[in-house]
């Protein structure tokens, strides 16, 4: 970073410079007499460099055959990890972590960050299953890390020393399990897809749009490149987070209708016309009988810095893309631009089929599951998209389902299908579509 040089604006709003010094070379005969520590006897999964403890959560046999509150696995040897689920507590560090260690709490995730100095606390190993996501395939294939904080408050939450340690947890944790370094497998719990239809209403909505996705993936060496022309087919959202300070309410617990003040925010608005005052696009999903909001807490029309979408149009200072099946148009203006050109894959319906469903998991067909296994009900969400429409294609989705339904790992398994899947960005959520569905194409 000192090589290159870097702008950053301080958690108090202060815009400070450090300029590039070209030409830098790591010296390394030295570090031999620095007397780094060796391999923690506890086995803690973190980088030498931030400061890191283990604490672990509560795994403990309950009344009537429950148990708590995660699940043992052997990853990534019995599945690969694909995804690192970003949250935040809606809390305080320390009483966050005793109720990960309460085996009677129904939820359970591997890290924490404290927010003051970025400390890190680990609870479950990596090769275990937390209980984090909401989602069963999510959590089988996932690590979460539970930021402190609130996001409403994000700004004040969301530390440079709570940046830069979570960075680099991320990046250690990504390279050991091989997951790519973007927007479509390093989640927010906010892009995590409801199960089945009537799990989508209520799926989280943290980090919220005051956490800072282009600062956090530069951290992690891994900036937000546009790659393409002015005029490719699909575009990265990425508004300069300093100065892109949309509408919101509820920022206030005591007056939650009052609105929130103007705070930096890596996020667009998306409309059904390309003008300001057109009304918000709908999530059925999410509002199946009302109008999207401008809570805070509401992401059924919004997308946010790193995500991809094909383009459905352009009309002046505006763009529009295609999400949840629908135009959603945002302002994206040449002189200030809240996306970069991001060509690549694409997926749309085959020719013939008039609609395509979507899913909130890849679960195996049923003949995959053997004798003493339930089949798990291939089931579609509420969305379909139409012939015309186009979507960013994620990559491949694993087609499995981790059945752990006891205390024992001995009685875990794995089932495995033939269905291919793959993962697209539908909304602000990732979702799922078979491939004998759609074609693949690439977005020039």
Known sequence: MIEQGVTRTTDDGERIAL???????????????????????????????????????????????????????????????????????????????????????????????????????????????????????????????????????????????????????????????????????????????????????????????FWDWAHYFQLMGAPLHAFGGPRAGSVMIKPDFATNKPYFYGCDRKNPEAACPPLPAGTVWLRTEPRADAPLVKDIGKHPTGDSLYSVYDHSAR?????????????????????????????NPAAAPTAVPSMGLVVTPKPGKATVPVYGRAYPEQEAYPEGIPYQAVTPLQYTFSAGEKYTLAGPAATEYYRAVTFNLEDHQVVRGRTKYLEIQFGHRVMFVKADDVQVTFSG
């Open 19 to 209: 300029p590039a010094v070209p030409g830098l070379e790591k010296i390394e005969k030295w570090l031999e007499k620095l007397g780094l520590r060796p391999s923690r006897p506890d086995g803690v999964e973190c980088p030498a460099s931030i400061s890191c403890e283990w604490i672990p959560a509560a795994y403990q046999e309950l009344p009537d055959n429950d148990y708590g509150h995660y699940d043992l696995a052997n990853r990534p040897f019995s599945q690969k990890v694909d995804y690192i689920i970003i949250h935040d507590m809606e809390g305080y560090f320390l009483p966050s972590i005793r109720l990960n260690q309460d085996p009677n709490y129904g939820a359970s995730w591997h890290y924490s960050i404290r927010s003051s100095d970025g400390h890190i606390a680990q609870h479950i190993k990596t090769k275990d299953v937390g209980w984090q996501a909401g989602n069963w395939y999510v959590n089988a294939k996932s690590i979460g890390l539970e930021h402190e904080g609130f996001l409403a408050e994000g700004g004040t939450w969301y530390t440079e020393a709570m940046y830069r340690s979570s960075a680099r947890l991320v990046r250690y944790l990504a390279l050991k399990h091989a997951v790519p370094l973007d927007r479509a497998h390093i989640l927010g719990h906010d892009n995590v897809p409801g199960t089945l239809p009537t799990t989508v209403r209520g799926m989280h909505e943290d980090p919220g749009p």
């Open 303 to 331: 997308a946010s810095t790193g995500q991809r979408y094909a383009v459905a149009d352009r009309q002046g200072d505006w763009t529009a893309i295609w999400y949840l099946g629908q135009k959603a148009w945002f302002h």
